[in-house]
């Protein structure tokens, strides 16, 4: 009698042998694809258990929102971080958040988490695998998988060193990539976040090697055109899975793999590798989500969702830049453009909706959807109230005319571009184009409000959800732009805070947290109900949510100006039949063809049950 599992088994093997193909068709690999598909199955330990993952469904609901944290955000003396993490969890968010991201907790070297020296270990100063799965018990929890690059002081850096051990062919360098008959390295194509050389010299014991660094010199890129690293990272994936990670975000994955003469972002070999990864860890385990970490233009990032079968949620990346700007200028023509060019995610998919996180407010995705205008005031707006600025490199090609000969000759030159803004959501929001006015509370509640109400999934970060205003101390301490938004607090001083009900960070906490016990509870609110963006004039944004079931119908209105505005409830067609209300208020509407008046940056939420 046949075995359906040995049928399973060859089905699967079938499928990760056809990506590995497609992934090195053009790499001479030391063993056969089938060995290669037959050892990543086993070290997933799919050969053990194996489950058949369900196309199309929804690992998600309105009941889900990702707080995003670093383990030692919150201090307490003679406490591990990550106790008193999860401990502030149980006391502040037991009853609003659901899932937790907690930003890289392995040993590091710089970038605040993001150099992994050893991703096998939790960085002893945070606590340990068994605090990890404490958290994991209570929360759905979500990890980093930093692929892209590791640390130059890991064993692996060491050992590519020595040329000898575990590592020592895993680093992508300029002889990887291939050079000019002249000896330079045709990178003109390069895509880079950073204005840091692609290159660093390293002495080894081989001679001197130029190693890939995308982000900075302590951050060494990682050779995926060897399997060897892939297996390793199959494996880390594993250990995760073990320890109760959930949600599986791939840092920076968009720079993974490179090739001679191309922009070295979004190959399509990386898209296969996208799809690899998933293939391995949805048999692994059935609702484990794979989350895409594409600071990219909109477009190019929308293409991580695949035909359903990359990730199942990618970051809604333009939305913290196009959200500041609408609020900041009281103007959401952009935002509502943007809103009505996105394709509504289709079941299996979804997007992570965020306004600030421990990075900074990028502005690579705005590119196409923001004027260069509108970028340079949003850039001249933040640092006015406070923020800093980080930059990339990009070669532009000019054109002159030398008076000696009648042609023109083109050149490249480098020029400098805003990346990102480095600022507390908090701070960012404290005035207008025309400066700070004493709307910021209200203005910063009224872009969360709105980002509960949008298709997706929320994720909050939790010096959002305190209030937390710019650490000028950590920026001059580390001369690093993020760390003005990357905040410790000590559990005390927090504490006297929160229980002052009329400080901000109170304040924002039970404002935010009210929010979310709201949205919690509304059925449209669900990530993958109907989204239809509505024509309310430049000042008023609105959109409509409708449940799935066709239960439930939420008007979304906010007033994104500091004056108060008047609407018309004909000019947003509620059914006479149904009994409306303000699910914020509490408010009932009497009379559907009423006028409303809507304070500054007041949200309505007008729900039909």
Known sequence: MLNPNDDLQLQLQ?????????????????????????????????????????PQINHWSEKDTILITYGDSILNQDEKPLQTLHRFLQGYCANTINSVHI???????????????????????????????????????????????????????????????????????????????????????VVRPRTSPLFRSTQTASGEQQVWCTFSHDQVDLDFSNPKVLINFVSIIRQYLDNGVKILRLDAIAFLWKKAGTPCINLPETHEMVRLLRTLIEH????????????????????????????????????????????ITGNCQYLKQWMMSMPPAQNGTAYFNFIASHDGIGLRPAEGLLSEQEINQLVTTMQAFGGEISWRTVATETTETTETKN????????????????????????????????????????????????EGIPGIYIHSLLGTRNDYKKLQHTSHNRAINRHRWQLNSLTVQ?????????????????????????????????????????????????????????????????????????????????????????????????????SPYQTLWLSNR
């Not at 850096?157 to 020592?168: A, K, L, P, Q, V």
């Not at 701070?427 to 969360?448: K, N, P, S, V, Y």
């Open 103 to 189: 930003l890289p907790f392995f040993p590091y070297s710089s970038d605040d988490g993001f150099s992994v020296i050893d991703y096998a270990s939790v960085n002893e100063a945070l606590g340990d695998w068994h605090d990890i799965k404490q958290i994991a018990q209570s929360y759905h929890l979500m990890s980093d998988l930093v692929i892209n690059h590791c640390s130059s002081r890991s064993k692996w850096f060491d050992n590519f060193i020595r040329g000898e051990g575990t590592g020592y062919d895993y680093f992508y360098t300029a002889a990887t990539y291939g050079d000019n008959s002249d000896g330079s390295y045709d990178i003109e194509a």
């Open 498 to 598: 929160l229980d002052d009900l009329e400080s901000q960070h109170a304040r924002s906490l039970h404002d935010i947290s009210h929010l979310i016990t709201l949205r919690t509870a509304q059925p449209a609110f669900h990530p993958n109900a109907t989204q239809f963006t509505l024509q309310l004039g430049e000042q008023l944004f609105g959109f409509w949510r409708q449940s799935i079931d066709r239960s439930q119908s939420i008007f979304c209105i906010s007033n994104i100006s500091n004056t108060p505005l008047t609407l018309p409830l004909a000019s947003v067609n509620l059914i006479s039949s149904d009994f409306w209300y303000d699910l914020i208020t509490g408010d009932t509407i009497d009379d559907i063809s009423q006028i409303l008046t809507l």
């Open 407 to 454: 042609n023109a000759s083109s050149q490249t030159k480098e020029q400098r571009k805003p990346y990102e803004l480095n600022i507390s959501l908090y701070d960012a929001l404290q005035g207008t184009t025309a400066g700070r006015d004493e709307w910021g509370h209200l203005r910063f509640i009224c872009a969360h409000t709105i980002m509960f109400a949008l």
């Open 284 to 327: 692994a385990r059935p609702d484990a989500v794979i989350i895409t970490e594409t600071n990219i233009p909109n477009k190019e990032n929308l293409t991580y969702f695949g035909n359903g079968n990359e990730a199942h949620c990618i970051y809604n990346f333009a939305l913290p830049p196009l959200l500041v700007n609408t609020l």
């Open 14 to 54: 079938q499928r990760v042998a056809q990506q590995l193909s497609t992934i090195y068709a053009d790499i001479k690999l030391s063993v056969s694809i089938e060995a290669l598909a037959a050892e990543l199955i086993s070290t997933m330990r799919l050969t053990d258990q194996l489950h058949t993952p369900t």
